[in-house]
Nanobody, 121 residues
Framework: QVQLAESGGGLVQPGGSLRLSCVAS????????MAWYRQGPGKQRDWVAS???????NYADSVKGRFTISRDNAKNSVHLQTDSLYSEDTAIYYC???????????????WGRGTQVTVSS
């Protein structure tokens, strides 16, 4: 019954910024890596950024220097600060979490339903 809920998407002009948020709720025994992916129209879902439980972050080359991922372990949340946005950043942004619901099960992948980011002048 784990759910990932994204928020913060919207319409922004080129060069603008948005802060995306995702909160994981439900039965969570251990929350490991969290990440953001995105999928533009007619494209596959691509990895954008990830962050480990210890706070180590990695980014796709296309967003390095522009996006910042962070997390709040106490709130089971992950955030993506998106700056200097291009039209090419337009996509549905999905939250991802690798987590274990209880001690007796393996880690599994969980996905949010996505939040739309549209960059247009």
């Amino acid at each position: 019954q784990v759910q990932l809920a994204e928020s913060g998407g919207g319409l922004v002009q080129p060069g603008g910024s948005l802060r995306l948020s995702c909160v994981a709720s439900g039965s969570i025994f251990s929350l490991n890596t969290m990440a953001w992916y995105r999928q533009g129209p007619g494209k596959q879902r691509d990895w954008v950024a990830s962050i480990t439980s210890g706070g180590s972050a990695n980014y796709a080359d296309s967003v390095k220097g522009r996006f910042t991922i962070s997390r709040d372990n106490a709130k089971n949340s992950v955030h993506l600060q998106t700056d200097s946005l291009y039209s090419e950043d337009t996509a549905i942004y999905y939250c991802y979490a690798h987590l274990k619901e209880t001690w007796g099960v393996p880690f599994r992948d969980y996905w949010g339903r996505g939040t739309q980011v549209t960059v247009s002048s």
